[in-house]
């Protein structure tokens, strides 16, 4: 699950401190702001550095990392394993976040109207989000087995060892993470539908604007702030997903559910290349970097009203 | 007619979504020897809670659910504690470059994981806490900071300035006000994150496969992964350790839902 921004419960946000000067700044006030932020730096900043230059060595953990120069990201150009890995998180991105998002919105749309029984709707495809994906992963497991519902419920042609196929074990694993991220979508695009103004609405339909025309000429440009929290949310969620594929198949077989994510937590963990995987994780903040970088910049505009 | 057709599509839609949690309610009440009969995929002919006994006592979920609380708890306490803080500094009064520390820590939160892994893991070796639980609240709490201090600071920043003023001219100093006036009128976010930050903490895999090693320092969550290892197609064991896994995080959901859902959604409307 990612990260959101809030601020917007009570009253639209006002500078406050700024209209009377100020003298020096209190030394309890400088400590309730250097200890959080040394925390962070300590635990955050300076092993984020430390990661930049492990990628520039040939570290195994024990002996002293030599520097290799960008010779890591040499290796990864032609390394299969990367390929594969790098190809299969675009698969994810399009289709785990792109998925997530039509459905969320599709389910907003279709859970937006206060009536009978839409609570219930909505908390059913909720419920997921609370779970664990290492959870999530084994209740999916079940039901994926030779002999779980799924092989039960489809046609004999049609059995099959979901997650042991190389061909269908990266989609096997897509389901479950999909299963859970609807649901959340689906919140983000709720509370943006309820906070568009019904009188838009209202004037549109006196203006002859059917469904569709509505939807394409009033819901959609409202939800422009949403969709945007969307995207981030989405791509920082497939850069980030890592559990469920862990838990169901730990990239395999083959590498054929292989990610970044779990590649690079292979490399360092078990082959213990630690220089190496810290290229890898690089490879990640570098392809996270755009929407960083895009998600800072609202934060900083929002900040400023 | 309308409405038939919402309650049918929206009505089969749920059903599809809860089936899956049914069948794993369905199958951890089984007994082993009804599942190798009978098939995974079958309805139950068989009513046991044996499957939960033995994921809590021999299965180890019983040490992993008190790992997990001596992980979670403090780690939303301290998360809390410290975001408030600086979110209290940075939002009540002109600190110099604050809209930059306040990105800077924002963009912490943002980085992806795998970038510290390597060095967190080491840093905790380093510092000798590595495969200790104080290992992993540090962690958590170091990485979620940033997020938790922004929330925060646009909450702070909407309460009117007035009371603080009024409050200063009554002589109380920063301490007393941080404790006693905005804190209180911070409660609603405070519930909402501190709803999300356990749910996230509690779910964790990747920090705590990060830091921990040992089987017996396992939160939950990894530790599902160690029962699966453990009991190799037990299926209604494996079933039972999920459930027992997910109750902590529906329980906090069904307690605190409207912090929660509040929580997740506040920042899609701006």
Same mark, same amino acid.
């Not at chain 1, 006030?29 to 962070?40: H, K, M, R, W």
């Not at chain 1, 569709?212 to 969620?237: A, E, G, H, K």
């Not at chain 2, 299926?235 to 329980?251: D, E, K, R």
């Given at each position: 699950m990612a990260i959101l921004t809030a601020s917007r419960t009570t009253a639209p946000p006002r500078p406050v401190a700024r209209r009377r000067p100020r003298r020096r700044v209190p030394p309890v006030?400088?400590?309730?702001?250097?200890?959080?932020?040394?925390?962070?730096g300590f635990w955050v900043f300076w092993p984020a550095l430390q990661g930049f230059w492990l990628s520039l060595t040939n570290w195994d953990g024990v002996s002293a990392p030599a520097f290799v120069g960008l010779g890591n990201f040499g290796e990864l150009a032609g390394d299969p394993i990367f390929r594969g890995a790098a190809l299969n998180t675009l698969i994810w991105l399009v289709l785990f976040g792109g998925l997530s998002a039509v459905g969320g919105l599709g389910l907003a749309l279709l859970l937006q109207q206060e009536r009978r029984g839409v609570g219930f709707y909505r908390a059913a495809l909720f419920t997921p989000v609370v779970f664990s994906l290492v959870a999530t992963s084994l209740i999916w497991q079940a039901l994926y087995q030779p002999d779980g519902l799924l092989n039960q419920i489809l046609p004999v042609s049609w059995r099959h060892a979901w997650l042991a196929d190389p061909d269908t074990a990266l989609y096997a694993v897509l389901v479950p993470a999909l299963w859970r991220q609807v649901g959340y979508v689906m919140v983000l695009y709720l509370a943006g539908l309820k906070g568009i103004d019904p009188t838009l609405f209202e004037a549109a339909k006196i203006d002859g604007a059917g469904r569709?025309?509505?939807?394409?000429?009033?819901?959609?440009?409202?939800?422009?702030?949403?969709?945007?929290?969307?995207?981030?949310?989405?791509?920082?969620?497939s850069l980030r997903s890592f559990d469920v594929v862990w838990a169901m198949t730990k990239g395999g077989p083959y590498h054929s559910s292989e990610l970044l994510s779990t590649y690079m937590y292979a490399t360092a963990f078990q082959s213990l290349r630690l220089g190496y995987a810290s290229a890898l994780a690089v490879v990640i903040f570098v392809l996270a970097f755009g929407v960083i970088v895009a998600y800072l910049v609202r934060a900083f505009r929002e900040d400023d009203q | 007619m309308r409405h038939k057709a919402f309650h049918l599509v929206a009505g089969t839609l749920s059903v599809l979504w809860l089936l899956p949690i049914a069948l794993v309610l369905l199958t951890s009440i089984r007994t082993f020897d009804d599942i190798a009969g009978n098939g995974l995929g079958a309805l139950p002919h068989s009513f046991s809670l044996g499957a939960?006994?033995?994921a809590w006592n021999a299965g180890g979920q019983a040490q992993a659910m008190l790992n997990s609380l001596l992980v979670t708890v403090p780690t939303v306490l301290l998360s809390l504690a410290l975001a408030a803080a600086s979110a209290f500094a940075l939002s009540r009064f002109h600190i110099p470059g604050r809209r930059a520390i306040?990105?800077? =820590?924002?963009?912490?939160?943002?980085?992806?994981?795998?970038?510290?892994?390597?060095?967190?893991?080491?840093l905790c070796e380093l510092l000798g806490i590595y495969d200790t639980l104080p290992a992993l609240v540090v962690v958590q709490v170091g990485f979620g900071l940033g997020f938790?201090?922004?929330?925060?600071?646009?909450? =702070?920043?909407?309460?009117?300035?007035?009371?603080?003023?009024?409050?200063?001219?009554?002589?109380?100093?920063?301490?007393?006000?941080?404790?006693?006036?905005?804190?209180?009128?911070?409660?609603?976010?405070?519930?909402?994150?501190?709803?999300?930050?356990?749910?996230?903490?509690?779910n964790d895999l990747l920090w705590a496969i990060t830091v921990l090693r040992t089987g017996t320092v396992m939160p939950v969550t990894p530790?599902?992964?160690?029962?699966?290892?453990?009991?190799?197609?037990?299926?209604?064991?494996?079933?039972?350790?999920?459930?027992?896994?997910?109750?902590?995080?529906?329980?906090?959901?069904?307690?605190f839902q409207r912090h929660f859902i509040s929580g997740l959604a506040i920042g899609a409307v701006k």
């Open positions: 006030l400088l400590a309730f702001l250097l200890v959080p932020l040394a925390v962070e569709w025309q509505q939807f394409r000429f009033v819901t959609w440009p409202q939800l422009r702030s949403v969709n945007s929290v969307v995207l981030s949310v989405i791509i920082i969620d | 939960f006994d033995e306040i990105l800077l =820590m924002l963009a912490g939160n943002l980085l992806p994981p795998q970038i510290l892994l390597v060095p967190v893991s080491k938790y201090t922004f929330v925060l600071q646009g909450f =702070m920043r909407a309460i009117p300035g007035e009371i603080q003023q009024a409050a200063t001219i009554d002589g109380a100093g920063v301490v007393t006000i941080f404790w006693r006036i905005i804190l209180p009128m911070t409660r609603p976010a405070l519930a909402a994150l501190a709803a999300l930050c356990f749910t996230w903490v509690f530790a599902l992964l160690g029962l699966q290892g453990q009991y190799v197609s037990t299926w209604n064991v494996v079933a039972a350790g999920s459930v027992i896994a997910a109750i902590p995080t529906v329980a906090v959901f069904l307690r």
